[in-house]
């Protein structure tokens, strides 16, 4: 006799197919196992949800299953509860999320092509089962880094662990993996990054110290990989074969079976939370998978989020129970120095200062050693505006609330929203004036402004400077990030110009001066998370100088910052590196304005041809909301709809509206009745073309 399954298939974002559809199947097939399934006129990957599907009368109706993929187990109860959580709470269908977190390639491959790889990888399987022999490759422990993996081997649960740049936390996570490693031969370890390709060093660091666990007990996954190189990822990881798993952020949707250890690299880093379709929060989901999992989680950075510093106390604080245990690492390892802050008042500078005259001289003092300096703006192109001085046109873009850009290298306007491109033109298009200028500067000016200020500074060996830039722009081509990376780290770079993509995680030796041109923007920005993000970057960029004990002790090591507000406390908390003291003033301020983490977010989002019909939905969906409110009884307060930000885009208006709760649990319970007010809706509002909830949004 057939038996009934619910499956879950990947239903599009918003269906109102979301729960699991009804099959029939002549054999009896436990959750979690993959199968192929009919959908409308194609067949599709689905998988066995629990729960029983009730028999349903006119059962002929109901279609049979395709074909399981035996060859691959079930995925286990965990995940599946990981999946059915992540969906709840991020507001999204677990048909979306259990089916997106799979290979895609899973979708086509053939049965006969899984098991001709899963035989490959058995015959290859490891031979080498050595961890123990791991450590022997790794240098004598500092104190610090001792007394935090006793900690770490003696308890269980999230730890945050807080060490300056250069203070040995990756070689912390490299030991605590090896140890957890060699006391359960089958404990798989993940390490969460926020952007392999930017820290291919660190694959590399990871991949030599544990050679010996054989060639494929390391896997990588990342959204740049090809499809037949994730799936094979993947397959390791389920299978059990693979012990570490590197990735980014949708490696922890990832099946690990006997996962016993999350690491989350840098884990304030904004690219942690996904910020289209499914919403969610890679470090939140892995502190929730370490629970589910009984793994041990392990959140590091040199700069906590504030979410992440409240919730975590020392171990010898016994105040009251912490979420997390916080552990400090103090020291940069051999002695090389922090680096001294100096400040340039732009207020006494003269106007239209780019490169301040004593952050000049510092620079020209280092390239004359033979030292690297690492200038640091937050703008790429040439100017971000055009204008003409005759009848005041501006470089807007036709298709969003955005000026085009000014990009000197092709003599092009670039709108950065649209990726609109055009030749920039030869007379102003309003009133035919041949004047035309550029207000402001980006990243290409400063290269460029820097040359002509530096022409004269010779290096070392009498040669003349030389000057790079990183951005988007410049590595648009695969593969120019890594390369362009290695120019500088093999010295063939003096001066390197950049955006906040050269701040994160490398490890270039001779940088012994990195200056932020113009931070102020993040001071006084109506986005609450502002000064936290820029106290980050400015104290990773900082952390980029100065690794090399040896330059740095001989003539310290500098960050420079030129601004307005030379006073701000934000600046004397990074004068002092205090980040306790930085994360406690904020924290007070968000506390007094009832902001995260004293209180919990959620946006709900609609985009529509104007601005009214969008606006007209959401406040439509506020209605709703509030009357539901009233017959609950529940603290969440929905305020009114207003535009976005960045309000046009190609064409398309955007508007958002706030919902805000004291309590978790209320806000949650809140979003799950309102979902179904709001497809409801969304029939009505023809005109909207997209909607979505973004649940602990981290821009609003
Ligand atoms: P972080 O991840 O905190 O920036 P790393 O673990 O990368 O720090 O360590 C910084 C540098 O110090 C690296 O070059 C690393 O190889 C080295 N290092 C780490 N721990 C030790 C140690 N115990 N003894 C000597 N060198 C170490
Ligand atoms: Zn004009
Ligand atoms: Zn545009």
Known sequence: MATFLQVLVATPAHSRLSGPLTYQSEVQLPPGTLVRVPLGSRETLGLVWPGEAAPVAGAMQIKPVCEALSEIAPLDAHWLELMAFAASYYQRSAGEFALGSLPPSLRDVSRQQLQRKLAKRDKASNTVDAPRTVALAAPALTAEQAQVLQQLSRGTGTFLLHGNTGSGKTEVYLRRAAEVMAQDPQAQVMMLVPEINLTPQLEERVRKRFA???EHA???????????????SWLSAHTGQARLVLGTRLAVLASVPHLKLIVVDEEHDPSYKQQEGARYSARDLAVYRGRLQSAQVLLGSATPSLESWHHSRSPTDANDAPRYVRLSMPSRIGQGSLPQLRRVDMGKQPRRTLVSAPLLAAMRERLGRGEQVLVLLNRRGYAPVLHCTSCGWKSECPHCSAFRVFHKSDRSLRCHHCSL???VPRACPACGNQDIGALGHGTEKIEEHL???????PRADGSPVRIARIDADSTRAKGELVRQLAQVHDGDVDVLVGTQMVAKGHDFRRVTLVAALNP?????????????????LLSQAAGRAGRDAQLSTSHGCEMWVQTFHPAHPLFECLKQHDVAGFAEQQLTERRQAGLPPFSFQALLRAEARTQEAAQAFLNAARDTGQHGLASQGQAVTVYPAVPMGLQRVANVERAQMLIESTSRRALQSFLNHWQEDLHALRDRHKSVSRWAIDVDPLVI
């Open 212 to 214: 010996a666990l054989g």
């Open 218 to 232: 390391i896997v990588s996954m990342h959204s740049g990989m090809t499809p037949a190189q994730r799936l094979n």
């Open 421 to 423: 491109t055009q030749p």
């Open 451 to 457: 040359a002509e200020l530096l022409q004269d500074t």
């Open 520 to 536: 102020d923007g993040a001071l006084f920005s109506a986005d609450f998370r502002a000064p936290e993000r820029l106290f980050a």
